[in-house]
């Protein structure tokens, strides 16, 4: 990589001073500028200058550590305060990008990207970014790593380069329910450091219900399928998981469907919405779907099987005194209503 390490050297300590500067005080919040790692126990972030030529010649230069104050500081080393201050502290390094307070980096990044050949340029695979972390300073390996995150992102925008951009590079935070000899815990944390827990459950929904694939899981008949899909098609919108055949084509593709699908409609669901109707009744694989719904009904002696009627037939099996939801009584959009709130434990009321 043509780079003189002088270039290096004087590039690392010019974008460490900006990043000094902006932390101490271009931020919406207190954070304290440390020399070296902290003395004590607790949480801190640290800068990296990244600059690369190609995926096999880069360069990774520290530039700077600062620590919170008050709780961001950590002292305990929670691990929930841990992500929890990531998440805060992303937002606020979000605001300030989106204000212009870090558009001192640019000018940097600038100068980084000219240390690079054309062709690297050029073909898009050479660039420079600065990178945040999170830590711990502890004793405890188990807990250091678990309490390392990589956050985020600083780069120029790639069509306009005098344009600074912030990348998220956090993972996806499950929230997991942890046995523990003070009591059990329940933690949000990314779902790559989930293996870490011992005896760990993944839960959802303010009740820390049991976390399932599907939130809800839809059986219907093909004749019915115009109607399901207007169904299936708003309660995605609405964020719900939901198993619906035509969203599920690569999955199946190869499987054994009497198998998998009684694993979906026992197992991998919270709900299970069954749309009853003449057509329902008639078919083999609607009445497999049935049983092995109704199999998991009885097995935890709950409600699971959340009937719709689309007329008035009745179904072997499904209970007269099982509540249900007409489809004449109701339009589409207040059935996903009804649907979104059972699914979040917000009842049935509509206000």
Same mark, same amino acid.
């Given at each position: 990589?043509?780079?003189?390490?002088?270039?290096?050297? @004087?590039?690392?300590?010019?974008?460490?001073?900006?990043?000094?500067?902006?932390?101490?005080?271009?931020?919406?919040?207190?954070? /304290?500028?440390?020399?070296?790692?902290?003395?004590?126990?607790?949480?801190?972030?640290?800068?990296?200058?990244?600059?690369?030529?190609?995926?096999?010649?880069?360069?990774?230069?520290?530039?700077?550590?600062?620590?919170?104050?008050?709780?961001?500081?950590?002292?305990?080393?929670?691990?929930?305060?841990?992500?929890?201050?990531?998440?805060?502290?992303?937002?606020?390094?979000?605001?300030?990008?989106?204000?212009?307070?870090?558009?001192?980096?640019?000018?940097?990044?600038?100068?980084?990207?000219?240390?690079?050949?054309?062709? =690297?340029?050029?073909?898009?695979?050479?660039? =420079?970014?600065?990178?945040?972390?999170?830590?711990?300073?502890?004793? *405890?390996?188990?807990?250091?790593?678990?309490?390392?995150?990589?956050?985020?992102?600083?780069?120029?925008?790639?069509?306009?380069?005098?344009?600074?951009?912030?990348?998220?590079?956090?993972?996806?935070?499950?929230?997991?329910? /942890?046995?523990?000899?003070?009591?059990?815990?329940?933690?949000? /944390?990314?779902?790559?450091?989930?293996?870490?827990?011992?005896?760990? $459950?993944?839960?959802?929904?303010?009740?820390?219900?049991?976390?399932?694939?599907?939130?809800?899981?839809?059986?219907?008949?093909?004749?019915?399928?115009?109607?399901?899909?207007?169904?299936?098609? &708003?309660?995605?919108?609405?964020?719900?998981?939901?198993?619906? *055949?035509?969203?599920?084509? =690569?999955?199946?593709?190869?499987?054994?469907?009497? @198998?998998?699908?009684? $694993?979906?409609?026992?197992?991998?669901?919270?709900?299970?919405?069954?749309?009853?109707? $003449?057509?329902?009744?008639?078919?083999?694989?609607?009445?497999?779907?049935?049983?092995?719904?109704? =199999?998991?009904?009885?097995?935890?002696?709950?409600?699971?099987?959340?009937?719709?009627?689309?007329?008035?037939? $009745?179904?072997?099996?499904?209970?007269? @005194?099982?509540?249900?939801?007409?489809?004449?009584?109701?339009?589409?959009? &207040?059935?996903?209503?009804?649907?979104?709130?059972?699914?979040?434990?917000?009842?049935?009321? &509509?206000?």
């Amino acid at each position: 990589m043509p780079i003189e390490g002088k270039e290096l050297r @004087t590039l690392r300590d010019n974008v460490e001073s900006e990043l000094q500067r902006i932390t101490e005080t271009s931020l919406e919040e207190r954070f /304290v500028w440390l020399a070296s790692c902290p003395p004590r126990p607790q949480q801190y972030w640290q800068y990296e200058l990244s600059i690369w030529e190609d995926d096999d010649n880069w360069h990774n230069l520290p530039c700077g550590i600062f620590t919170g104050v008050g709780r961001a500081n950590n002292p305990d080393l929670g691990i929930q305060t841990f992500f929890d201050s990531n998440d805060h502290l992303l937002d606020i390094i979000d605001n300030a990008v989106s204000t212009g307070s870090m558009n001192g980096l640019i000018p940097l990044l600038q100068r980084a990207e000219a240390l690079l050949s054309e062709q =690297a340029l050029h073909l898009s695979i050479g660039g =420079a970014a600065v990178n945040l972390y999170s830590y711990v300073y502890a004793d *405890d390996e188990w807990l250091k790593n678990v309490c390392n995150e990589y956050i985020l992102i600083l780069h120029l925008d790639e069509n306009k380069r005098d344009v600074l951009k912030m990348g998220c590079q956090q993972s996806q935070r499950y929230r997991i329910k /942890v046995p523990g000899s003070g009591g059990t815990m329940f933690l949000s /944390v990314p779902f790559d450091k989930v293996q870490l827990f011992e005896g760990h $459950e993944r839960v959802e929904g303010y009740q820390n219900q049991p976390y399932f694939e599907y939130q809800v899981a839809l059986s219907f008949a093909g004749e019915d399928r115009n109607y399901v899909a207007r169904v299936a098609n &708003q309660l995605r919108q609405k964020s719900v998981r939901v198993f619906y *055949d035509k969203y599920e084509a =690569a999955s199946l593709w190869g499987k054994d469907l009497y @198998t998998h699908l009684d $694993e979906v409609y026992r197992k991998k669901a919270r709900y299970c919405v069954v749309f009853l109707s $003449e057509n329902y009744r008639k078919k083999l694989w609607t009445n497999h779907e049935r049983e092995s719904a109704q =199999a998991r009904a009885f097995q935890e002696n709950k409600e699971y099987l959340l009937p719709v009627r689309l007329d008035d037939t $009745e179904i072997p099996g499904i209970k007269p @005194t099982i509540g249900y939801i007409h489809k004449k009584d109701v339009t589409v959009g &207040q059935l996903v209503d009804l649907i979104y709130r059972k699914v979040h434990g917000f009842g049935t009321q &509509q206000g």
